[in-house]
């Protein structure tokens, strides 16, 4: 019903900047939020951002240096990292949760993108 596709992964120093884009299709459902986790090699996965309503959420170890912003036009949310830090790396996945037609939430995930910081 939803499908998600990431891009903008890749390689990058300690203190650059990177920014992921997720861009949903699919009919059938409406989106009621999406966000951004990670994660890293023998690590759980937890949550980075997220956007819902209007507002945003973020893990305290991203804040002020992490911004998640969408454009409605284009079906895409994306997730600006800043300042960022070899404890960043990780396999960062797109999420959607979205309301079917019958009222039933289901959560959706992108494919996933490497993040490497490292100099």
């Known amino acids: 019903q939803v499908q998600l596709v990431e891009s903008g992964g890749g390689l990058v120093q300690p203190g650059g900047s990177l920014r992921l884009s997720c861009t949903a299709s699919g009919s059938g459902s409406s989106i009621t939020a999406m966000g951004w986790y990670r994660q890293a090699p023998g690590k759980e996965r937890e949550l980075v951002a997220v956007?819902?309503?209007?507002?945003?959420n973020y893990a305290d170890s991203v804040k002020g240096r992490f911004t998640i912003y969408g454009d409605n036009a284009k079906n895409t949310v994306y997730l600006q990292m800043s300042s960022l830090r070899p404890e960043d790396t990780a396999v960062y996945y797109c999420?959607?949760?979205?309301?079917?037609?019958?009222?039933?939430?289901?959560?959706?995930w992108g494919q996933g993108s490497q993040v490497t910081v490292s100099s």
């Open positions: 956007t819902s309503g209007g507002s945003t």
């Open positions: 999420n959607a949760r979205a309301r079917s037609r019958v009222g039933i939430y289901w959560d959706y």
